[in-house]
């Protein structure tokens, strides 16, 4: 069964710092990884999406996400986080049958 | 385009009561899903149907748990008896997996989602 590891719960930047979470799946198959976000008051959506090419790609609002397959990692990065950055974010493993498994979620705090 | 509507955005009963919800996914979308997002988790799959075929219910608790898609659109997930462990954020989503000639990325399409309360 796949599953999937988000390291930080919760985490608090000030406004400009980079951002990184971290996201380690295990399944020894191929995947397809996403971030998803949920900004407070709305509902999940997508930020990015891995599933060929490229392992370095970029989402929405300036986040990217690196797929290393070697270390079965898909973390998420911001060069430089803004107050409107503040919401939950989860990473999700999709390995076949178009069934998704999410991490617990990483609640990000930017402050002003 | 219309995202996924999912209804009642709330609801509050009390434990052994029955309740329902609704979803109505993306128009053309083939594979619906209901999720149970518990507090401080992470969506965890209920149900997954493409058309009006269940492609995997074994994490639903089938004794109180049920869920319907009768004509390959809406979904029902009913939940008769409710227990207090069963307070969560209901999650509908939709994709286009299993659609001839779709991209199938696996990425899923969320309603609200419908937040229940058991007392």
């Known amino acids: 069964a796949q599953s999937v590891s988000q390291h930080n719960h919760h985490v608090i930047l000030s406004e400009a710092a980079s951002l990184e979470l971290g996201c380690n799946y295990s399944y020894g198959g191929t995947v397809n990884l996403f971030w998803y976000v949920q900004y407070p008051g709305q509902h999940l959506q997508l930020l990015l999406k891995y599933f060929s090419g490229d392992p370095l790609v970029k989402g929405i609002k300036g986040f990217e996400a690196e797929f290393i397959k070697s270390k079965f990692s898909f973390n998420l990065r911001k060069p430089s986080v803004q107050w409107s950055d503040t919401a939950e974010y989860f990473c999700?493993?999709?390995?076949?049958?178009?069934?998704?498994?999410f991490g617990d979620g990483t609640t990000l705090t930017v402050k002003p | 385009e219309a995202g996924v509507a999912q209804s009642p955005r709330y609801k509050i009963i009390e434990k052994r009561q029955s309740v329902a919800f609704w979803c109505n996914p993306i128009s053309g979308h083939a594979t619906l899903y209901w999720y149970q997002q518990i507090l401080g988790q992470g969506p965890k799959l209920l149900i997954q149907?493409?058309?009006?075929?269940?492609?995997?219910d074994s994490q639903l608790p089938k004794d109180r748990f049920s869920a319907e898609r009768l004509k390959g659109v809406d979904s029902t997930l009913k939940i008769q008896p409710a227990k207090l462990e069963d307070s969560a954020v209901y999650l509908c989503a939709s994709s286009p997996w299993g659609l001839a000639g779709a991209l199938n990325t696996g990425e899923l399409f969320f309603g609200e989602g419908s937040r229940l309360t058991v007392l």
């Open positions: 999700a493993v999709n390995a076949h049958a178009g069934k998704s498994t």
């Open positions: 149907f493409q058309n009006n075929g269940v492609v995997d």
